[in-house]
Structures are given as C-alpha cells and as structure tokens.
C-alpha cells in the first residue's frame, strides 16, 4: 500500500507538474503575471515566494493550478468592511496589504476597507485605526502583495499584467501548452521505456519466445522475430488478438501457424492454465517483438504516443457516439487504484503508466468543454473570428456550466469508481 501512494503522488504529481508547467511558462513569456503556481489542491502545505510568483504545495496531490492575473481563478478579496493592515514603503505607497490572521506586519497600519481599484488607479481607501469620522486613501505601488486569509503572499493584479490584456495568439498558446506538454511528456517517457525494456514492442503478431518462467513456445521450436499468423484456424494480425486466442485456450491442444521469413509451418501445444487477476488463462511464453535498432528506438516515443492518441480519440468517439457508461470514465480513485498494478511491474509499468497518463490527460484537456483547456481555445477561436471577445457575462456564464457540468461528472465518476474498486 505504502508503494502505491507514493507511486501515485509521484507519477500524479509529475503530470500535473509538466502540465501546469506549460501553462506557467507561455504565460511569463506573453508578460501575463502569474500570482500562484501551485501542486495540490486544499489546504497549503509550503510556499515559496519570488518577485512575480508563490509557489505552493498544498495537500491533496489530485490536482494544481497556475493562478494568472485576471484569469477566471483569480479573485479580489478585499470586499468593503474587510479589515486589514497596511505597510507604507517608499513614496507613501502601499508596498504590503494582509488580510490574514495568521499574520502580522511589523509597523502595519490597521484599517477597514470602504473602497478599492487594485487594477486600474491603484489604491486602497477606509477607516484607520477605527476612526470612522473620515476616510483615508493611500496609493498603491504597482508591484504590491496581498498576503491572503491562509497566508500566501502574492502580488496585486493591475491591468497591464492580467491575461487578457494578452494578445490573442499569447493566450491561445498559453491555453494550448499544457495540453501540449503533456504530449512532449508521454514522447519522452515512452522513449526511456523502449530503451527500458531494451527495445521496440511491436503491437502486430511477429513474437519472441521467453527463456524462462513458461517456455512452451520455445520447447516447440518457436523463436525470436517468429510471426504468429493463425491461432486454431482464426486468424490474428495484432498482439492484443493473439493474446486473447491463447488466453481462451488454457490446457487445450492448440494449432499455432506460424510465418519464418518466407515459410510457414504450424504447430501443434497446449497452454498452460495460468491465474491472472482471478481469472484462468492459457499462456504459451511468449512476449511481443522488440526491435533493438537505434533508430527505431529514438523514434519509439512518437509512434507510441501516435498510436495510442489514435486508440484513446477512438475510445471517447465510441462513448459519446455509441452508449455512455461511467465504467469507460475513471478518476483519482480509478487511478489510484490502477496504480497498484504499475508499481507491482516495475519501473518499465510505473513509466508505461506515466506516459498513458499524460497522454489522457493531454487529450481529455482537449475537448471543447468549458473550463477546460479545449473550451478556453474554442472560446479563443470564437474571438478571433469575430474579431473582439465575447462579452464578459456571456464567456462566465459558459464556464460556468462547464464548471457544473465537471463537478456532477467528477462526482458521479468518484463514486462509480469507489464502487467498482473498493465495494462490489
């Protein structure tokens, strides 16, 4: 148990990370302030603090986020009858404003809020010392804090530096690069696992034969780079209808043709009744093909990741085109619960889970549903067609259904998934 939850914060915290990351980095070069780069979610753990950004690590690990300025996570808090206190620098500017309990400024001046523009004037107005016989104002500098009601420090938002002031194309590849580099993860990740495994896997019918554990393929004269053409008769073309032939025929006399160069023979075994997550299955010894030339290994990470983005983009077709079941969805809980087996294979599982991970996460951030990184470009495309933003009220209320509409699905799907795993 212990190597799974730290399999799971691992390879979690790693994806969302490198997501996130993206986001961050396009962000800081389009000049939009990011206030919070945080992994986790709930309450805050650590933060660390630069001039521009807190970085935070926050105790969940189902999640992270990076806080833009004047992104749609990105609040005022300061609402009138707020108290606070104010510490005055240089040219009688606010340079610190705490909101929180949990802190005290040295030389802070206490107020109660009546008024602010921490986006446009900068400034900040109220009663001092809880004399409310008259209002006073005090300028606030561009670069400001605010140390928020748990503690994080982060800077003030004015206008210049928030996301839409933007150009379009900066906050379209902004909205893109998370997704995106969680592809450039999953290519790098499945290219450390060919070379791993120490080659290639090949998803087609072409085998080589194991020289331990279960070795009734190589006892029958079958070897390295063999193709498997017809299992009984059926025919199979891809690892996945091989295995599944086999499978099916545990301690049954079983015809395998077989293809070397340009021959073909066939012949005759039985496999072995095996135990598998517990179900009984026939198993020969063999694994799929690996192809060990450098070349072929390089390029490994782009053929896996396009094959398998085909087969996940193929998978959510079926679901939204065919009849949708929560069993085809899986959230933390799934996860977590899949990450058992990965840990339980090695390092070789653990990075096959990593990149199939990203890869899903990448894609899913895709679909154009509010809120998400997809619903964020549509919204973009949509602008850029019409040549000027929606109106402020309509782009909330859209991300704000796909708000709802993620929050029932994560809820629905956690549930599911808690009675699939962990009850029935």
Known sequence: MLTTIITFIIVFGVIVFIHEFGHFYFAKRAGILVREFSIGMGPKLFNYRTAETTYT???????????????????????????????????????????????????????????????????IEGYENGDESETKRYAVAHDATIIESDGTEVRIAPTDVQFQSASLGHRLMTN???????????????????????GV????????????????????????????????????????????????????????????????????LTPKAETVQKKTVGQIGITQYHNHAIGAMLLSGFTQTWDMTKRLIGAIWSMVSGHF??????????????????????????????????????????????????GKILLNVIEGIRRKPLPESVETGITLVGVVFLVILMVLVTWNDI???FIR
């Open 201 to 268: 896997t090949s998803n087609n019918n072409r085998i080589d034969p194991t020289s331990s554990g279960v070795t009734i393929a190589r006892d029958a004269g079958i070897k390295n780079g063999d193709y498997i053409t017809a299992v009984n008769g059926t025919k199979v073309k891809t690892w996945d209808g091989l295995a599944t032939q086999i499978q099916k025929r545990a301690n049954k006399k079983t015809t395998l043709t077989i293809k070397r160069d340009d021959a073909t023979k066939q012949v005759t």
């Open 419 to 421: 009675e699939r795993y």
């Open 325 to 374: 079941s929560l069993n085809d969805l899986g959230g933390p809980v799934a996860i977590f619960a899949t990450t058992s087996t990965a840990a339980s294979e090695g390092i070789a599982g653990v990075l096959n889970f990593l990149a199939f991970l990203s890869l899903n996460l990448g894609i899913v951030n895709l679909l154009p549903i509010p809120a998400l990184d997809g």
């Open 176 to 198: 893109f690069a998370g997704p995106m580099n969680n592809f450039i993860l999953a290519i790098i990740v499945y290219t450390i696992l060919t070379f791993v495994v120490g």
């Open 57 to 123: 690590i926050r105790l969940l690990p189902v999640g992270g986020y990076v806080r833009m300025a004047g992104g749609e996570d990105d609040e005022d808090e300061l609402k009138p009858g707020t108290p606070v206190s104010l510490f005055v620098g240089d040219q009688d500017k606010v340079t610190r404003i705490n909101t929180s309990k949990k802190t005290t400024l040295f030389n802070g001046i206490p107020m109660q809020v009546t008024a602010t523009d921490l986006e446009h004037d900068l400034w």
